[in-house]
């Protein structure tokens, strides 16, 4: 598969009068990062809804896979291997983080309509999801509740997570939100190493973790993406660094 | 089926729809407000009821009995909101249901224990007793076309209220945004119970109105408080002009329903049968209509999107 | 075993005990109370699967409760006038038989739970307690304004179905009979809650939006939880209506549908056994309180007022040791 794992085109959402969504085209490439930027209100939350499906466009198309997938719901996405997590931690907080990831074990096979057979007992969704939660760097917290752990390992479980849906890409929203420099130093190496995966779009307000992680970035201001280029390209571009960026980047 | 006949049946519409308003504008500004679902309101309705009817009773004044059940209610109200209603607001659904679902069961019994088991009639007042000669040779009842005037008096009453005063944009900041206003130093306690108050107040005279033209007995509450979830669910939660809208609509669909299906189906079927299928669709009717309703827009017609 | 298993299975063995010492003793009204307690019991082990660990606040269960009586009620009293149910588009003659009446229960409040959940689930919060109501609300008064069927003054039937091999008017065996049923519902529901879909449902309440992120459509969770627990309480209607060869619309008032949820909440909502806990304790109060004062439901609401307010694990909770919901 060479072309874009993920293409969006032309997309647009507007809010009564307020648009949200400005004729935004993007796309994310096999094997790569990419990260989303821009200044709040810019419209990355509802840009990130129009790609997972909780919300319909106005217009534009979404390709996944070569595939349009505008009338695939929310969940039917995700088990193409859209793989999301959340900004603030969505984990259902009495499991504990085994049965968080063995929820997502289960919901990727599709196989939710089983009434007999006690699903924590079984080795087909216990097996995969430890894995999982090992490769998010969660080795030993198998059986801690998820409302109990610390902030940095809920993002990680979130990572967990994401990796349990058979992932074709990765759509990870502010990872690093909350995380202290330790902690978003650590995940910042896990979301390098997940990349062998399957290409990340990212968004991100940490400009460490861009910097460091993104082959391209794409600059969102006023629901518009005002540029799409490498690193060096963003950092240098007179209109990111007047809307965004601030002279000195 | 004469012209007098469909009129009279219309106006009955709008007089129940305007009952229905009375109680659902209560429920959704406390739902809108507080966040609360209350299902004693209808409680608070038979409140008003009984105090009317006991007051005119004692003192031979229908009027004296209207303002008693204005004031019982919004009593009975306030005390229920600061005791128990109070402690509900942080709290999920399921106890606000269970909780308000205790407090029938403690207004009900009560009151039949106070009361006895047995209906209680008021009669009409003097002044509205009779009837009035309306534009086409309608003959209608005096006291049916107060409470069309009733209600249409305070829908305006309401439409002021929350559109050009103070507490009005106090109630609509609190539907918006609860916690913001408490930052903003809107003492929320007060208000609340204020909102409660006047929810119940005109629960009250709903149930006082209804009383007079029907009767007043235990249980009256409930299959009103019913009926205005209907409305609510049609109009919209938190909307002053949806449970307008829906009161009306589900008042005139019941009325026209309940008095002309069955001699629609006597049209192809034999009459007894007519009646029965007839009257037994029309009693559903409404639920009919709130199930199209949520069909084709669940929020309501006048609801915010969720 | 868990804690939380040994109190469950406690409590239905209190029920049994209390039953075999009845029968010792020859009191056949205490039977026929627990029975009631046990189909009571029932009831709310379906509305507990939605409620309890669905977190769905349906205020209408009534109406499957009065379905599965209803059907009870039409097949005996035809299989007693001899006349067919219907004639279109087959002949359906009434029965007088349980198990067949059981299944037609089951199937009809199924469908109906089909249809009114289609259409609740549409909402949520408020709006689904205020629609579940009116669904169930609309039932009643199509029982109410329906004749042949004896309108608001509810049909009896006089004779108590049959079950091969049994004599279902002796009070200890039409109980054992519900036990058995009890204990199948309690089974069943363990066994849903700890399965995938178990799993899929408790998402669906506590994280809807990740539910969805990990590809299950909470809808259609919900929906089959919906209809399965209308079957179960379906079915407690149709043994209701036996117990009291007696069917009426109250079987479909909102009243009914807050005791069926009474019921849950007093025995601790999300608890397996929370139900029988929660329907003896009525029972019990019913009993007790109300050869105190006619006026009793006044202080179960009080009652009902002080677990809300103080107490939302309800008994097991308390059992259990404190609030775990």
């Known amino acids: 598969m060479s072309g874009p794992i993920l293409e969006v085109e032309g997309l647009q959402k507007s809010f009564g009068a307020l648009k949200a969504t400005d004729e935004v085209t993007l796309d994310l490439r096999p094997g790569e990062i990419h990260a989303l930027i821009g200044p709040n209100g810019a419209g990355k939350s509802t840009l990130i809804k129009l790609i997972t499906g909780e919300i319909a466009a106005d217009a534009g198309r979404i390709r996944f896979e070569g595939q349009a997938i505008d009338t695939v719901d929310a969940a039917g996405r995700a088990r193409l291997g859209l793989a999301r997590s959340f900004q603030v931690s969505q984990l259902v907080p009495d499991f504990t983080a085994l049965e968080n990831v063995m929820l997502a074990v289960q919901g990727a096979s599709g196989e939710s309509f089983r009434f007999l057979r006690p699903a924590l007992a079984d080795p087909a969704l216990i097996e995969p999801a430890a894995f999982h939660l090992a490769h998010a760097g969660l080795a030993g917290r198998e059986r801690v509740a998820a409302a109990a752990l610390s902030h940095g390992e809920r993002r990680r479980l979130e990572i967990a997570m994401a990796l349990a849906m058979r992932p074709r890409a990765f759509l990870l929203d502010e990872p690093m939100a909350g995380m202290g420099a330790d902690g978003a130093r650590d995940l910042t190496a896990l979301l390098s190493d997940l990349r062998a995966e399957a290409p990340i779009l990212l968004v991100e307000h940490d400009m460490d973790a861009v910097f460091a992680l993104a082959d391209r970035v794409s600059v969102l201001v006023y629901g518009r993406v005002i540029a799409t280029g490498s690193v060096a390209e963003i950092r240098a571009d007179p209109e990111v660094r007047r809307s965004y960026l601030g002279e000195q980047a | ?306 | 075993m868990s804690r939380a298993a040994i109190i469950d299975a406690g409590l239905f063995a209190t029920l049994i005990a209390v039953v075999l010492v009845a029968q010792a003793a020859g009191e056949p009204f205490v039977i026929t109370l627990a029975t009631k307690a046990a189909i009571f019991a029932l009831a709310g082990v379906g509305l507990n699967l939605v409620l309890g660990y669905g977190g769905l606040v349906s205020f209408g269960h009534a109406a499957f409760f009065g379905i599965g009586g209803y059907v009870a009620g039409i097949l005996a009293s035809h299989a007693m006038s001899g006349q067919p149910v219907a004639t279109f588009p087959f002949t359906m003659q009434g029965s007088n038989e349980m198990l067949a009446i059981w299944p037609m229960a089951m199937l009809l409040a199924g469908l109906a739970a089909l249809a009114i959940g289609a259409l609740s689930l549409r909402t949520s919060g408020v709006y689904f307690i205020m629609v579940t109501l009116a669904f169930a609300q609309m039932l009643y008064y199509f029982a109410i304004s329906w004749p042949a069927y004896g309108g608001e003054d509810g049909l009896s039937f006089y004779v108590r179905n049959t079950f091969p091999g049994l004599n279902t008017f002796d009070p200890i065996q039409f109980f054992a009979i519900v036990a058995v049923l009890l204990g199948l519902g309690l089974l069943l529901s363990a066994l849903i809650v700890r399965s995938r879909f178990g799993l899929a449902l408790r998402a669906a309440r506590a994280a809807p939006g990740r539910a969805v992120a990990v590809g299950i459509r909470p809808f259609g969770i919900r929906l089959t939880a919906f209809v399965i627990s209308g079957m179960i309480t379906g079915l407690a209607g149709a043994l209701y209506a036996d117990l009291n060869r007696f069917v009426s619309p109250t079987m479909l008032s909102w009243h009914m549908s807050g005791e069926i949820m009474v019921f849950v909440i007093l025995g601790g909502i999300g608890r397996l056994a929370g139900p029988l806990a929660g329907a003896g304790a009525y029972i019990l109060l019913e009993h007790l309180l109300g050869g105190v004062s006619e006026y009793w439901q006044a202080l179960l609401g009080l009652l009902l007022l002080v677990i809300v307010l103080f107490a939302p694990g309800g008994i097991v909770g308390m059992l259990n040791g404190g609030r775990g919901r």
């Open chain 2, 1 to 306: 089926m004469s012209a007098l006949l469909v009129a009279e049946q219309v106006l009955n519409g709008l007089q129940y729809g305007m009952m229905l308003f009375l109680m659902a504008a209560g429920l959704t500004l406390v739902f809108g407000v507080m966040g609360l679902i209350n299902l004693a309101h209808g409680a608070l309705y038979m409140t008003g009821a009984f105090a009317c009817a006991a007051v005119a009773a004692a003192t031979g004044s229908f009027w004296l009995g209207l303002a008693a059940s204005l004031a019982a209610a919004a009593a009975a109200g306030a005390l229920v909101e600061l005791a128990v209603i109070r402690r509900l607001y942080a709290r999920d659904h399921l106890d606000q249901v269970l909780a308000t679902f205790a407090l029938i069961l403690v207004f009900s019994e009560t009151t039949r224990w106070l009361f006895g088991s047995f209906p209680l009639y008021l009669s009409l007042p003097a002044a509205l007793s009779g009837a009035v000669s309306l534009p086409g040779g309608l003959v209608y009842p005096a006291f049916r076309l107060a409470i069309i005037g009733i209600g249409i008096a305070v829908a305006a009453f309401l439409f002021w209220l929350i559109g050009r005063t103070r507490l009005g944009i106090r109630i609509r900041a609190g539907e918006a945004d609860r916690e913001m206003i408490a930052a903003l130093g809107v003492d929320i306690g007060r208000l609340y119970t204020l909102v409660f108050a006047l929810g119940a107040a005109l629960a009250g005279l709903a149930g006082a109105l209804v009383g007079t033209i029907q009767s007043v007995q235990v249980g009256m509450g409930e299959p009103v408080l019913i009926l205005a979830f209907v409305v609510i669910v049609i109009g919209g939660i938190g909307s002053i002009r949806g449970a307008l809208v829906g009161a009306l609509v589900v008042g005139m669909t019941d009325t026209l329903g309940k008095a002309f299906l069955p001699q629609l189906f006597a049209l192809a079927m034999e009459p007894s049968a007519a009646r029965a299928v007839g009257s037994a669709l029309a009693s559903m009717l409404i639920y009919i209509l709130m199930a199209a309703v949520l069909i084709v827009r669940p929020q309501g017609l006048f609801g915010a999107r969720a």
